[in-house]
């Protein structure tokens, strides 16, 4: 069992700079490929980022390219989405997600196991 707990959330402008954190606990984090995800009201969940257990692979929407990334601290456990350019599209609620699948980065809903309640993100105009 993997718990994750976000934070980091808030509401900023546009062209703003914000960074989410997700602490995960439990028997099998640290082999697990961690993502983010994001849910805007009335809308389906999507993909944010993805990345490895051991970081050596990362993958993106194309929508945050270039202007997110994705990181983890694997001593501490911790997974960081660093939110640059935010634009008032990017609104929503922030999952973080873990795989068991750890060599995998992947990009689909899916294939998690392990989800956060989300800390919500709000980028007004």
């Known amino acids: 069992q993997v718990q994750l707990v976000e934070s980091g959330g808030g509401l900023v402008q546009a062209g703003d700079s914000l960074r989410l954190s997700c602490a995960a606990s439990g028997r099998t984090a640290v082999t697990s490929a961690m993502g983010w995800f994001r849910q805007a009201p009335g809308e389906d969940r999507e993909f944010v980022a993805s990345?490895?257990?051991?970081?050596?692979?990362?993958a993106y929407a194309d929508s945050v390219k270039g202007r997110f990334t994705i990181s983890r601290d694997i001593d501490r456990n911790l997974l960081y989405l660093q939110m640059n350019s935010l634009k008032p599209e990017d609104t929503a609620v922030y999952f973080c997600a873990a795989a068991d699948r750890g060599w995998v980065p992947s990009t689909l809903a899916y294939e998690y196991n392990y989800w956060g309640q989300g800390t919500r993100v709000t980028v007004s105009s």
């Open positions: 990345i490895t257990w051991n970081v050596q692979s990362t």
